[in-house]
């Protein structure tokens, strides 16, 4: 923007000290001064928080913990994430409401949970109760996205990007209180099958893992393989992807685009059923506001791995709920900094804003041109 | 296979399923506040997608080009299929809850009470409350139809009184001390034992303000051709229009009483806020949702300026750093600390395109909010319980503690806010705000450095301030539906945005452009459907999309 403005402004005394103005621009002064601000902080930190006196410091064991549990939410974060950067590739549109699918998904299955956990199913026959709850949280999740998709944001598929946008935040404010007008306000206890309750471990090649993180981990692996497949072998696959490259080019070659943008919707929404599930397995609660937080991460962890690819989702899921998880403790701590874990979403804010400023095609992106 | 649903029976499934999601979500059953008569709030609720879904359904439309009016006997029997359908909904629903007993629905949805199945069915059990709820919902979509087919000059006079009536019943706490300060009996319009309206009193509103709407309707444009002959008579107009605004401002607190000026004065902080993010997101076209965070910032720095304390749990305690200035001296200081944040965070990242720059503003939002509230600055701000006894604002004896008193106080605010706004908007800077939220390559052609951003014309300054009243005051005033109230901002953001994306009250030049647009587009449809334009432009700013 700077040479444009350069080679179209007559020369003269007012624009060469303009010129030279923008030749180093405050912005980028604030970026740099910003780089090695925070760069200082996080090896600062870090470096504290190592150097700790034997008795204040985080034992190895414990550093493992953070780093399964980060792995497991990052699991959950990563199928949110793919929701995202589903409905990103085909509409180029950040589904705002895209948390409050999640939350919905979560909150139909804890009512089939909770009547499982009563009558004693969930402890007979676990598996089996599990199942139907991951698919009663799929569909609802996958029926709210599609919903969501016909009435909101259908009618403005051709108007400015911010419409829509400020569209899906009222969606998200919506479908929030209307989770709190159906259930009630209060936050309710996720059964949790005996199998996977407490302290149950289970140790795979050498690690020791809580059970539930370990079915975390697995059904998140499966989602992400399956999606993967779905995409990229069959027909309708072949049209999202058609339709994420030119959605008037798609139409021409006889793809119907409105079926194909609500089955991607439909797609993002049953990954954000799972995704609610195992929210609540891992927490073991359940609330109308547990979706703006995991929604945001999750967005942040779609722009991390580079909005718009599959493979950018999982990865920065991954990498999000490890940041999140071994983050607080490793930064905070040694600067003394009390409930170091209450500054997560600092941590998760500041690398959505870092990325953006530095790297807005995110690590597997290349895009960096659509978003600045 | 949806579109082979004859458009009477689509309206109506939709009007039944939005009746049934009001019953669920509660708005139904707990809104007992009685309008007229016995009739609550909840009932009111329950009835208007019956009469929307006939209004709509038997209004004029434009089928191929050519305009459709029906005849009111055709909207009625068109308006009562649609109510028919409607009650079959609310019907299927009042079954199935009979069928799982209410103990059964009430685990999931915890707004089916033994109250709502006796106002849904009129207090019969079983069958005959469903046909009563049928019936009932016939009679409504009627209405609606009847309503929806009869021309213009009586149906906006219609509506426009049922809204006045209805508003009315809901306002007692607040019209009944006017009334009493202006040494009026009311006890003909409100009922003494209900608290809303008495029928009498409902009919003659109604009457009253149909016959005025219908009058002023009738004549308006003779009124405005005389009164605006000239521009002197103009600007003569506009300066007793100005004065008695003036004058209507200034005897507000005192006329409505000090709840009502409680919720002015929040109102005016809204408008505040408002003013400001108008020039963020509808002068530069920015959409900063982020934009809270500056007021949190402006809070927190006047609570440590002016000495506030903070809240522990022995007691309060003063923060770590504390001043004792006066609420006058810590403002400059104030605005000069927002700003400075408002730079840091803003110079990085605006190059950001349009929505990316709306999600990381809402993270520094959330990162000032988790600050403002953690543990770690708990000794500067008092974590999650925050601070308090802070400082008034002293003006010789005025404290500005009463409620009235603070209503002046924010109106002086709002005028300097609005002076300056509207003084930016013609300023240099205003202009070159315009050029590039217009067209920001020719604005760059022309020497204005742009920021690359779409805009979104939802910036005007009456409309802000409209904005504030209608979504601050009337859940204020309206206390009703203070439990809902985000739910009615998430409804009508979305309304909003695919009805009338220009804002309730548009800016002026915007909204010019958009009607040429209009006309040149669809000539046609325009000249029938003069009455349904409005609503009908999903996306005037098309063009940009993408």
Known sequence: ????????????????????????????????????????????????????????????????????????????????????????????????????????????????????????????????????????????????????????????????????????????????????????????????????????????????????????????????????????????????????????????????????????????????????????????????????????????????????SIGGAALGGLLLGLLQAVGPPLLFTGFNIPAPFQLQDVITFSVLVLVLIFRPGGILGSGEAEKV | MIRRIPRVVRAGLVAGIVSVYLCLVGIVGSLVTDVVGRITVGRVVLSIPAILAGLVVARPRVVSGELRRSSVWAGVSSGAIVGLTTGALLAVFIGVVNLLGIETIRNVFIAVKPDLMSLLTFGHAGVVGSVLRIVAEVALGAVGGAIGATPDRIRVPTVIAATVVISLGLLRRIVHPALAQLGLRDDWLFSVVTLGLTWFGAVAVFVVAFVTTFA???????????????????????????????????????????????????????????????????????????????????????????????????????????????????????????????????????????????????????????????????????????????????????????????????????????????????????????????????????GVSTVRYKLLAIGSIPGVIVGALVLIGIPGVFSEFEQYRLLLYGAVLMAIMILRPQGLIPNIRRSQELEEEDVAQDKWAEAVTSDEHAASAASPLGEGAG
């Not at chain 1, 953070?66 to 792995?71: D, M, Q």
């Not at chain 2, 008034?392 to 609005?418: E, S």
């Not at chain 2, 300023?427 to 390559?441: F, H, K, L």
């Open chain 2, 216 to 446: 002023w309707r009738a004549n308006s444009a003779a009124i405005v051709a005389r009164t605006h002959r000239t521009p002197a008579t103009e600007r003569g107009v506009r300066l007793i229009v100005l004065a008695a605004i003036g004058g209507g401002l200034i005897a507000l607190p005192f006329l409505v009483g000090s709840i009502f000026s409680q919720i002015l004065g929040t109102v005016g902080i809204y408008v505040l806020l408002g003013l400001g993010l108008n020039i963020v997101v509808g002068y530069a076209g920015l959409l900063d949702l982020g934009y809270v965070a500056f007021f949190a910032v402006g809070a927190y720095t006047t609570a440590v300026l002016t000495g506030g304390s903070r809240v522990t749990t022995t007691g309060y305690a003063p923060p770590s750093f504390s001043l004792h200035l006066s609420f006058f001296v810590a403002i400059p200081i104030v605005v000069v600390v927002a700003a400075l944040v408002g730079l840091l965070i803003g110079a990085p990242v605006l190059r950001l395109r349009g929505d990316y720059l709306a999600i990381v503003t809402l993270g520094f939002g959330e990162i000032a909010r988790v600050l403002f509230s953690s543990d770690w600055l708990k000794g500067a701000f008092g974590g999650t319980q925050g601070m308090t006894a802070i400082p008034a604002a002293p003006i010789g004896n005025l404290n500005f503690r009463d409620t009235q008193h603070f209503y002046f106080l924010v109106l002086a605010f709002c005028l300097i806010a609005l002076y300056i706004s509207w003084r930016l908007a013609d300023s240099r800077v205003g202009r070159a705000w315009n050029a590039m939220r217009e067209d920001e390559q020719v604005a760059e052609a022309v």
């Open chain 1, 1 to 308: 923007m700077a040479e444009g403005t350069d080679l179209q402004a007559p020369p003269g005394p007012a624009t060469a000290r303009l010129g030279r103005l923008q030749r180093l621009p405050l912005r980028r002064l604030i970026q740099i001064v910003l780089a090695i601000l925070i760069i200082g902080f996080v090896v600062l930190g870090t470096y504290k928080t190592l150097k700790l006196p034997p008795d204040e410091r985080y034992d190895p064991s414990t550093w493992k913990a953070f780093v399964i549990s980060g792995v497991a939410q990052g699991g959950i974060y990563a199928l949110i994430a793919l929701g995202y950067t589903l409905v990103y590739g085909v509409l180029r549109m950040i589904n705002f409401a895209h948390g409050e699918v999640f939350m919905m998904g979560c909150f139909a299955s804890f009512f089939f949970a909770d009547a499982y956990a009563n009558s004693g199913l969930l402890n007979r026959h676990p598996f089996y109760a599990l199942a139907i709850i991951f698919a009663i949280a799929m569909l609802t999740s996958c029926l709210i996205a599609m919903l969501l998709e016909r009435v909101a944001y259908r009618p403005l598929r051709n108007s400015p990007r911010l419409v829509p946008l400020i569209t899906a935040i009222g969606a998200s404010l919506f479908l929030q209180n209307t989770a709190f007008g159906f259930f009630g306000p209060q936050t309710q206890a996720y059964p949790v099958p005996d199998v996977l309750g407490g302290d149950r471990t289970w140790t795979i090649v050498g690690i020791t893992m809580q059970r539930i993180q370990v079915v975390v981990i697995v059904t998140a692996i499966l989602a992400v393989i399956g999606l993967t497949l779905f995409i990229s072998r069959t027909r309708t696959g072949r049209s999202i992807r058609a339709v994420a490259e030119d959605r008037e080019i798609a139409s021409l070659m006889g793809i119907d685009v409105d079926r194909t943008i609500m089955i991607t919707f439909a797609l993002g929404g049953l990954l954000a059923g799972i995704a609610g599930v195992q929210f609540g397995l891992t927490f073991g609660q359940v609330s109308p506001y547990i979706g703006f937080t995991p929604g945001i991460a999750a967005f942040t962890a779609s722009v991390l791995g580079g909005i718009g």
